[in-house]
């Protein structure tokens, strides 16, 4: 069931949501979370469709804000709240409220979220494009426990990550973190398997992807060696070697799909480490609301450390400027500009 409603208020939203659960006979709310989804028009269909996936293993309330941002003087001044109310199959499991701010409304979000709260359920915002820079501070971020950006989604992913790093506080997370949950699963497996001592990990992966920044990151936080970055076609992530003193550790996965595990002394072994989508990526973030100490320590051991972080090889004469830089003892840039990017990848 859907219904249109144009230049309205919250409280005639909260109506159209009691009305629309007693027409489809289904006055229980049963939901355990409001998902507050800030993002645009152009990537508003993506998100709310990932969001109502992961909605199937977390029913929740999705409210959708949309900053509608007018070209003329006039109309920016004319606040209006236009709002698509969907129950039932329409907003997969729970409700969904489409929320469109105009005009001055728009520096005001937090004022119509706030009385479509669930009562007594915790709140979860989610950036995926736009992040701001220091999400706690965010008026709608203020209203959340748990605060879920993309660092791929922004136009310079690898500083984006000293940038989360300077301004972290507990609840944050990224979508750029949660895609390496299955190789440090692997990789923590692997070394379970036998005692041996690490001495230095290298991780290959795109250029400017800062999935590959935080795995290193973590290996080198983790496991106190150094990690460097080198950059491969992708896609992803492609490759980690971990040197020990009884020989390599290689997790090795070249088509996106499908990995293979190689230790010394053991068979070569096959693991399924295919790249998820958002909806899994969300669905897997929204199963914790508690901070995630693992990742504040990972961010703050700081990409600045890390060696190649995310540079290109393909130019010759930037690899001359970094083979002079080295010869002199100078440190490698750990961040360059990279190509701008509308929406994370799977």
Known sequence: MKMDLTDTTA?????????????????????????????????????????????????????????????????????????????????????????????????????????????????????????PLNPEKDPLGALAQRRVTDTYAAEDPVSELSARAANYAPGDTDLAWTRITPWRSMLAAALDQQTVEVTSAEVEGEAYNPSGELLAMWLADRLGVTARRTVSEGPGLTAVRLETKNGPVTLDRPDGSLAKLTMRGQPDRAVALKRRDTAELLAEELRRLDPDTVYESTLKYGVERLGDAGAPAADSGKAEEQDASEASGAKPAAAKKAPAKKAATK
Do not use: C, F
């Open 11 to 131: 409280s005639k939203i909260n109506n159209a949501l009691v009305e629309g659960r007693r027409a489809i006979g289904t006055p229980a709310i049963g939901m355990v979370l409001t998902l507050v989804i800030v993002t645009d028009e152009e990537h508003a269909y993506d998100a709310l469709k990932a969001a109502n996936e992961a909605s199937r293993e977390h029913p929740s309330r999705k409210l959708v804000v949309i900053k509608r941002v007018s070209r003329s003087p006039r109309d920016r001044a004319q606040a209006r709240l236009d709002a698509e109310v969907r129950v039932g199959a329409a907003a997969g499991t729970g409700e969904t409220v489409v929320l469109r701010l105009y005009g001055e409304v728009i520096d005001h979000a937090q004022s119509v979220v706030l009385p479509l709260l669930l009562p007594d359920a915790p709140v979860v915002v989610w950036w995926p494009v736009n992040s």
